[in-house]
């Protein structure tokens, strides 16, 4: 018994918020109905309050109910406290809704030529709040810092590399945008005026390629593409980048697929060449399943699908 008596609940905010509203009506009965309670309760609460802190907060008689000068202190403090925890609160809300806090981008870099303008200036534009980092990654590169929580959407090109198994069921990924393939040539190679090139026109020509560790979907697609004719191929060069690809065209080295984008960026010595089939190339996003920035992920993914559309509009319209 006496343990208990000794015991002392620690303040409770709800007995701040008592104290003000008295603080401020200097009057039991005007701030209990301010706060939709009766008055007896109101006064056990403030008198439980001045026990736990020791203090005595008002001055109280028949006629009238005044701050001490603890009172008049706490006061002070009380208002900050709950002020501060309110904004914490609103703050708590923004990030949960996904208003506030840091997003992580990795993108391929032949994204640039597509969705990644558009869907960064949509983003930034209804999220102002949210600080959009994008980094520039292969295809693996990005798949592995998802995994790792480093990133928390990937843009890749074509099948998400890696992600099968467990990883399948922690990453979800979604077709965000599909173009044509072209075979860049310089623009005085033979094959530069055809208005298409097969697979065995092609294959016939020195290839600049990509490492498969680093852009698996990719470099599947493109083999894929090429079939049979494609084991023939002769590879001048291996690369990590496109705009590197493009330098070893424009010197005269040889040919390399790529999505039909890649034409706004190219120099007039090089030309694109659709390949016969129309065969296509897609960009994914990729996902954790889950995330604390599940709302920011969420209203990111909506701004990249308004981006494609935007782009395939056009097409659509000439049609």
Known sequence: MGTFAAYRDPMELRQLRYFLAV??????????????????????????????LGVTLFERSTRSVRLTAAG??????????LAELDEVRGELRDFTDGLTGTLRVGFVSSANSTVLPGVARRFRAERPGVTLELVPLTSSEQLERLRDGSLDVAIVRDEAPGVSGRAA????????YEERLVACLPRTHPLASAQEVTAHDISAVPMITY??????????????????AGSVARVAEEVVHQETAIGFVAAGV????????????VPPTIVTVPL??????????ARRVRSDHGAAIRAFLACLRASAAELRAPTAAAA
Request: aromatic residues 2%; glycine residues 6%.
């Open 254 to 265: 040889g040919t390399s697929i790529l999505p039909e984008s890649i034409g706004q960026l």
């Open 276 to 285: 016969a089939g129309s065969p296509t190339t897609q960009l994914l996003a």
């Open 169 to 176: 069921s922690a990453i979800r990924t979604e077709v965000v």
């Open 23 to 52: 603080s401020d009506e200097l009057h039991f009965g005007r701030a209990a109905e301010q706060l939709h309670m009766s008055q007896p309760p109101l006064s056990l609460q403030i008198s439980r309050l001045e026990h736990e």
């Open 72 to 81: 008049r202190h706490l006061q002070t403090r009380a208002r900050a406290v």
């Open 211 to 228: 490492p498969r560790a680093m852009m698996s979907g990719f470099v599947d697609r493109v083999t894929q593409v090429l079939g049979e």
